[in-house]
């Protein structure tokens, strides 16, 4: 049986609107398929290595977990680049995706330093981004969820997908996430997984084939799946 290891980062303190139901959704659908996927809650820095980590994954969290967590982030900073740039699997929601950036500005002004593993930066307004949101990705389509965020997220990379409704990375430039290798961050929460499983399944496989080479996956019956997410998409291309 092939086997894989993720780790999740500080699920006491980063995990809204359902963030944790994306590691569901991956567990399940490695089950499913004969892959066993062991999943490491990291809940301290010290002597963390990641040297078996095939899978990052990181929930969102507000402005308080931000600053508590990115002073002991940051100390294993050269460890999770190595990881991502190795070509491991990485998902990080909302307030994650700011953490892995250079820093996090709030509304008073205070910068948070990033863990500054990717080259973006955010900045809080008064205003919230809130709804649902949908993008069309040429990866995988269109991917629908929900939003809710002061930040906008800035940079000139490769964004997970354009708006088609809601928000997206700051409400301005129609991008919305950030690709880089195997590694996704995006604000949509929903979770993102169970609305989108190609999504769930391009994760697996990328890790799949950074450990054991050329691997493929079985296709899963996602017929309930797909019909609840073309309701979703049809209801807001009506709005």
Request: proline share 2%; glycine share 12%; aromatic share 10%.
């Amino acid at each position: 049986m092939k086997q894989l290891t993720l780790y999740n980062f500080f699920p006491n303190h980063l995990n809204l609107y359902g963030d944790r139901g994306n590691l569901q959704v991956l567990f399940k659908r490695c089950e499913w398929r004969d892959i066993q996927l062991h999943i490491k809650e990291v809940t301290r820095i010290d002597h963390l290595t990641l040297s078996d980590a095939d899978l990052l994954f990181w929930g969102g969290g507000g402005d308080r977990e931000q600053r508590l967590l990115s002073q002991q982030l940051v100390r294993i900073r050269e460890n999770i680049k190595a990881v991502l740039e190795d070509g491991a699997a990485g998902l990080a929601i909302c307030g994650g995706y700011q953490l892995l950036g250079q820093y996090y500005e709030t509304l008073n002004g205070t910068q948070i330093q990033g863990i500054q593993v990717f080259d973006y930066y955010t900045k809080a307004e008064k205003q919230r981004l809130v709804g649902d949101l949908m993008i069309e990705s040429k990866e995988f389509g269109s991917v629908i969820g929900f939003e809710n965020h002061s930040g906008r997220t800035y940079h000139q990379g490769q964004p997970l997908g354009v708006v088609i409704h809601g928000y997206g990375n700051n409400g301005r430039d129609g991008t919305e996430g950030f690709r880089r290798q195997h590694f996704i961050g995006t604000y949509i929460h929903g979770p993102l997984l169970p609305k989108n499983p190609a999504i769930a399944d391009q994760l697996i496989l990328w890790a799949l084939k950074r450990k054991y080479g050329d691997s493929q996956l079985s296709q899963l019956e996602d017929s309930v799946e797909t019909q609840a997410k073309n309701q979703a998409i049809e209801s807001l291309r009506n709005r």
